[in-house]
Nanobody, 114 residues
Framework: QVQLVESGGGLVQPGGSLTLSCAASGIIVSLYAMGWYRQVPGKQRELVAQIPTTGITKYADSVKGRFTISRDHAKNMVYLQMNSLKAENTAVYYC????????WGRGALVTVSS
């Protein structure tokens, strides 16, 4: 049974930092394209960052230079380091694993507000 469990969400002030973690079980993250997506009410889920098996990372234009995705093979985890957070980064962030099939976590709420 595959499980992706996000953690690290919460309330942060504008300009602050937060790191999301995704703990994977049932898959080996190095064999999957791992990604972080986000969704706000009324909008489609959108890709924030992705790290495929090649290790060549991909980011949404709006987060380039501020967010960093990384993968820990030993811990079988994926992280999203978010710096210089803005109010518009408020969303539920989802961990995603994709190969032939896709798996999703339940999401972690990030609220950027003063």
């Amino acid at each position: 049974q595959v499980q992706l469990v996000e953690s690290g969400g919460g309330l942060v002030q504008p300009g602050g930092s937060l790191t999301l973690s995704c703990a994977a079980s049932g898959i080996i993250v190095s064999l999957y394209a791992m990604g972080w997506y986000r969704q706000v009410p009324g909008k489609q889920r959108e890709l924030v960052a992705q790290i495929p098996t090649t290790g060549i990372t991909k980011y949404a234009d709006s987060v380039k230079g501020r967010f960093t995705i990384s993968r820990d093979h030993a811990k079988n985890m994926v992280y999203l380091q978010m710096n210089s957070l803005k109010a518009e980064n408020t969303a539920v962030y989802y961990c995603n694993a994709a190969r032939i099939v896709e798996y999703w976590g339940r999401g972690a709420l990030v609220t950027v507000s003063s």
